[in-house]
């Protein structure tokens, strides 16, 4: 029993920082594109919209991917870009009065600022699976006999 809690515990944790990491990135999209903006200044509107777009992300998203796999696989995945500003269309429909997308050009620069700035931020605070390894190796040693490695160099 104690290990399944420590699990939900941890998958707990999870969520929560995708929802802050997801809230902190709406708050950039905000501040950035002049035609996404909240009626509210509290902090109320965008944790609710990010959670809101956390939610049709897991739901929704999933969907439109397979019907736009076409487009998707076409356009080499930029497409997923349109699929992210409609859900931040949808979600501006959604929550009309306190938050607002004016125009689709707003939401697909403010999909590419989303997806931007949660991607730096799950991949500063490990929250993905992605990892970054740069390693130095030395070169290969593939002298043969009778040579003195003194031969034309080419640098790429």
Do not use: D
């Given at each position: 029993m104690q290990?399944?809690?420590k699990s939900e515990a941890k998958k707990v944790l999870q969520f929560v920082k995708?929802?802050?990491i997801c809230t902190l990135a709406v708050l950039v999209a905000v501040k950035v594109v002049g035609g996404i903006h909240f009626r509210d200044p509290g902090l109320?509107?965008?944790v609710l919209t990010a959670l809101l777009l956390g939610?049709?992300?897991a739901f929704i998203r999933p969907i439109l991917v397979i019907f736009a796999l076409p487009l998707l696989i076409l356009t080499l995945g930029l497409f997923m870009l349109v699929i992210n500003a409609l859900m931040l269309c949808?979600?501006?429909w959604l929550m009309n009065p306190y938050f607002q997308v004016d125009t689709f050009g707003a939401?697909?620069?403010g999909a590419l600022i989303i997806s931007l700035i949660s991607?730096?931020?799950n991949l500063l605070t490990g929250n993905t699976n992605a990892r970054i390894t740069v390693q130095r190796r030395p070169p290969p040693s593939n002298k043969r006999p009778g040579d003195d490695g003194n031969g034309p160099v080419i640098d790429v």
């Open positions: 290990i399944e809690t995708n929802w802050v109320l509107p965008p939610i049709l992300n949808f979600v501006s939401a697909l620069l991607g730096a931020l």
